[in-house]
Structure formats: structure tokens, C-alpha cells
């Protein structure tokens, strides 16, 4: 399953199969990029992060891609679980803010797993 | 360690009524956050300290205010409550603003209703 940003707010995926989120960020100074994970009645907790150097990152089961011309940060989920299901935020930090950066966040999109 | 802790989990307040939300870290970061979430509208920085004694304005402040007197406490306080402040709150802190990673780690929220 395929999500489109902000555009498409919720995602919904089959146990097993392959989840790709994606976040259209805002400022093209932005040098580093975070996805977190919102479990239901939790905060926001870090998954993986990205500088702008690098076009991809692997941790474990997930995959943040990076694509700098369009503006573009996907967050790929192999073979999702049902302990995925959250709302998913990706947040930017851009690199013109002066000494204290501040994360701009996204709006996030819900993934829910179907078993 | 516990990381961020917040206090209380919930709350429930008449219009007028005032109170103190407490969050504590003890990552002894520099960097303490406070932001509520709305449905829909994603985390927004109410305010912000990037050390001891200092505390900063972010995007949606009015109507609270903040101290931090201590390191390791961030406190936020509603002096009148409305119904427009019914919403989650998020603490959290981080090590650096300066110097990557940016990682922000969270408290589990304070979910506060006002009638």
C-alpha cells in the first residue's frame, strides 16, 4: 500500500505486505528529517532519521528514502505487523534557522494493519 | 531512567479554572518542548527553553504560560482555562538543537478537557 502525504491521511495494509509512507516536506533548506511513531495514547516516538547527504537509510524492518529534487521523504515498512498500526509523523528541521533548530511537523498519516 | 515523565494524565477543568501541568526529564537534556495535538492538526509548539531559566515563545502560546526553574522540570500552566485549550499535551526534550540529531523524545501526554 501506498499512501500520498498529506493528501491521503489514512493507509490501510494487509498483515505480511509491504507499507510505503510518504511526506512532501515544506522547506527546501531543510537538512535532516525524523519519522516518528504515535501509538494510540502515547507520545510520538523516534523510528529513523535522515540527513540530507544521504538518499536512503535502512533500520530494522524500515527504510526512509529521501529524494531532495522533489522535495520528498518516504518511510517504507516491511512486512507489516499489527503492532504497525499508529499514526506516522515525519518532521524536518531546516538548515537556514540559525544555532536552534526547531522541528517543522507534518501532519501525519494513520496506518492501520488488517490481519 | 524514565525519560520524560508528565503529570497528571488526565484532567478535566471548568471554564476559568486554572492548573499546572508538570513535566520532568531525566536525560538531563537542555532542550525542553511543550506542543498539543489536535485532531487533524498535527503537534504545534506552544512553548519552548533551550536551558535553566530561559523559556521562549513557539507557534500557538496564548493563553499559557511556563517556567522553568529547575533543568530537569518544564512546567505549563493554563491561568484561565477555555474550551478551546480541550486537547493532548506533549512534553518532550533533546540534547541539542545545534548539532544533529534533533531527536525530541516525548512524555506520554496529558489529556486535558475543559467544559
Known amino acids: 500500500g501506498e499512501s500520498v502525504g498529506l493528501h491521503l491521511p489514512t493507509l490501510s495494509v494487509q498483515e505480511g505486505d509491504n507499507s510505503i509512507i510518504n511526506c512532501a516536506y515544506s522547506?527546501?533548506?531543510?537538512?535532516?528529517f525524523i519519522w516518528y511513531k504515535q501509538e494510540s495514547g502515547k507520545g510520538p516516538q523516534f523510528i529513523i532519521d535522515?540527513?540530507?547527504n544521504m538518499d536512503k537509510r535502512q533500520g530494522q524492518r524500515v527504510t526512509v528514502l529521501l529524494n531532495k529534487t522533489v522535495k520528498h521523504l518516504s518511510l517504507q515498512i516491511a512486512a507489516t505487523q499489527p503492532g504497525d498500526s499508529a499514526v506516522y509523523f515525519c518532521?524536518?528541521?531546516?538548515?537556514?534557522?540559525?544555532?536552534?533548530?526547531?522541528?517543522?511537523w507534518g501532519l501525519g498519516t494513520s496506518l492501520a494493519v488488517n490481519p | 531512567n524514565a525519560g520524560v515523565t508528565q503529570t497528571p494524565k488526565f484532567r478535566v477543568l471548568k471554564t476559568g479554572q486554572s492548573m499546572t501541568l508538570l513535566c520532568a526529564q531525566d536525560m538531563n537534556h537542555e532542550y525542553m518542548y511543550w506542543y498539543r495535538q489536535d485532531p487533524g492538526m498535527g503537534l504545534r509548539l506552544i512553548h519552548y527553553s533551550v536551558g535553566e531559566g530561559t523559556t521562549a515563545k513557539g507557534e500557538v502560546p496564548d493563553g499559557y504560560n511556563v517556567s522553568r526553574l529547575k533543568k530537569q522540570n518544564f512546567l505549563l500552566g493554563l491561568e484561565s482555562a477555555a474550551p478551546s485549550q480541550t486537547s493532548v499535551y506533549f512534553c518532550?526534550?533533546?540534547?541539542?538543537?545545534?548539532?544533529?540529531?534533533?531527536?525530541?523524545?516525548f512524555g506520554p501526554g496529558t489529556r486535558l478537557t475543559v467544559t
Open positions: 522547506n527546501s533548506a531543510s537538512d535532516y
Open positions: 518532521a524536518e528541521t531546516p538548515s537556514n534557522a540559525g544555532n536552534n533548530r526547531k522541528l517543522i
Open positions: 535522515i540527513r540530507s
Open positions: 518532550a526534550s533533546s540534547y541539542s538543537e545545534e548539532l544533529p540529531p534533533y531527536e525530541q523524545y
